[in-house]
């Protein structure tokens, strides 16, 4: 089986931090190019960050770049966003996907591989 996981999404103030987790099983996430996604209320879904696997450069959406860091934990095969001085208009659904070693990519098709999830709600 080849399953991503995310984990870590809750309830938080505006201004506080969480850290999303994406674990996966299956197959070596340091071969692979890794995505967050996210799909607010209503809204698209739209990219967030990504990591390549050639290189491991580091991509941010603008309106989370200074916030937002993305990060690989070979070791735990996991793949991680920190995210600090969150917003209100940060709450959404959060999903983490897969491609094969490459460069990173927006375009949502592109990803073979999805996780199902994990709610971010900012709000005081």
């Known amino acids: 089986q080849l399953q991503l996981v995310e984990s870590g999404g809750g309830l938080v103030q505006p201004g506080g931090s969480l850290r999303l987790s994406c674990a996966a099983s299956?197959?070596?996430?340091?071969?692979?190019?890794i995505g967050w996604f996210r799909q607010a209320p209503g809204k698209e879904r739209e990219g967030v960050s990504c990591i390549s696997s050639s290189d491991d450069n580091t991509y941010y959406v603008d309106s989370v770049k200074g916030r937002f860091t993305i990060s690989r934990d070979n070791a735990k095969n996991t793949v991680y966003l920190q995210m600090n001085s969150l917003k209100p208009e940060d709450t959404a659904v959060y999903y983490c996907?897969?491609?094969?070693?490459?460069?990173?990519?927006?375009?949502?098709?592109?990803?073979?591989?999805w996780g199902q999830g994990t709610q971010v709600t900012v709000s005081s």
């Open positions: 996907a897969a491609n094969r070693q490459g460069k990173c990519s927006w375009r949502q098709p592109w990803y073979g591989y």
């Open positions: 299956g197959f070596a996430l340091d071969y692979y190019v």
